[in-house]
C-alpha cells in the first residue's frame, strides 16, 4: 500500500534522512523505532508531503505521491496523528469529532460514525459532553486518533501515539490499535518504546540518524538483542 523508496530529505541545509526505504502492505501493523532525533517524524512528514523528499520516491497504492501538498496526499487516504495532539480545546469531545467528519470516500471499508468511534473508545463517549480541553493526555490522544479515523484513511499514520501517556492508558491504546488491525486498517506508526512496539507490530524498522539500520518481522526483531542494544534505549 505504502513503498518509500530511497528517500532523502532536508531541513534547509541539513541533511537528515538518507536513503531512506520502508514498505507498509495492506492489512499490517508497521512500526518505526529509533531514539530521540533518529528521523521519525521527519520520515512521516516527508511520507505526508508536510517536508518534501529531494529526491527518492513515496508511492501510495502505486501513485507517486512525492511533491504533492499535503491535502491531496491525505485526500488520496492517509491519516496523520502527528506527535502533538490536535484537539480542540473549548468544543466537547462529541463537537470535536462532528467537525472531524468527511464526505465518505469509496475506500472499500465501513466509513467511520461517531457510534462505531464510541464503540472503539468508549471513554470518549462517558467524555462526549466534557471540553477537549480538560481530558487527559491518554484521553486527548484517542480523540486525535478518532478525528483522524473520521476522515476513513486507509493507511493511518502515527506518530509516537503513546508519548507521555500513562502506563494502564498505554496498555489500553495498544488494544483499541490491536482492533483496529482486526477491521483490517493498515498502520505505520514510530515509537521509542520497544515493549509496546513488540505487543502491537507484525514488522518493524529501526532508524537511527536519519537512516534504516534494521528491518525484520516481530519474532525476528524480538530475539535481536544487538540491534536493541545498539540503536534503541534497553
Ligand atoms: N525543523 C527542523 N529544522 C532543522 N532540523 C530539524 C528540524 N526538525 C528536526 N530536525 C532535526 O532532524 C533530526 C531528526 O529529527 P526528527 O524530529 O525527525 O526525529 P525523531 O526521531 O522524530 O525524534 P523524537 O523521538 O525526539 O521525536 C534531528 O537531528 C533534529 O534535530
Ligand atoms: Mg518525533
Known amino acids: 500500500m505504502l513503498e518509500v523508496s530511497r528517500i532523502h530529505t532536508y531541513y534547509g541545509t541539513s541533511h537528515i534522512l538518507f536513503d531512506v526505504s520502508l514498505a507498509v502492505n495492506q492489512g499490517e501493523i508497521v512500526c518505526l523505532l529509533g531514539r530521540n532525533g533518529a528521523g521519525k517524524t521527519t520520515t512521516m512528514r516527508s511520507i505526508m508531503g508536510l517536508t518534501r523528499p529531494k529526491s527518492g520516491s513515496v508511492k501510495f497504492k502505486g501513485e507517486e505521491v512525492r511533491g504533492q501538498p499535503p491535502y491531496h496526499i491525505a485526500r488520496k487516504g492517509i491519516g496523520y496523528v502527528p506527535d502533538n495532539r490536535l484537539v480542540f480545546p473549548d468544543l466537547t469531545v ?3 469529532l462532528e467537525i472531524a467528519k468527511k464526505v465518505p470516500r ?4 465501513e466509513p467511520w460514525t461517531i457510534e462505531r ?3 472503539l473508545f468508549p471513554i470518549l463517549q462517558e467524555r462526549q459532553n466534557q471540553y477537549g480541553g480538560t481530558l487527559s493526555g491518554g484521553e486527548q ?3 486525535t486518533v478518532a478525528r483522524t479515523l473520521m476522515g476513513n484513511p486507509e ?11 500513562a502506563p494502564l492508558v498505554v496498555k489500553e491504546l495498544g488494544r483499541q490499535i490491536l482492533k483496529l488491525k482486526q477491521m483490517g486498517q493498515t498502520i505505520l506508526f514510530s515509537e521509542q518504546n520497544v ?3 513488540t505487543m502491537i507490530s507484525d514488522r518493524a524498522y529501526v532508524m537511527d540518524r536519519g537512516r534504516i ?3 525484520g518481522n516481530r519474532e525476528e ?3 535481536n538483542e544487538e540491534i536493541k542494544k545498539k540503536f534503541l534505549m534497553v
Open 195 to 197: 515493549a509496546f512496539a
Open 106 to 109: 469509496n475506500f472499500g471499508g
Open 155 to 165: 493507511l493511518l499514520l502515527m506518530d509516537e501515539p503513546v508519548e507521555g501517556v
Open 117 to 119: 468511534i464510541y464503540r
Open 141 to 143: 490522544q484517542m480523540l
Open 94 to 96: 462529541l463537537e470535536n
Open 213 to 215: 539500520r534494521y528491518q
Open 221 to 223: 526483531f524480538i530475539e
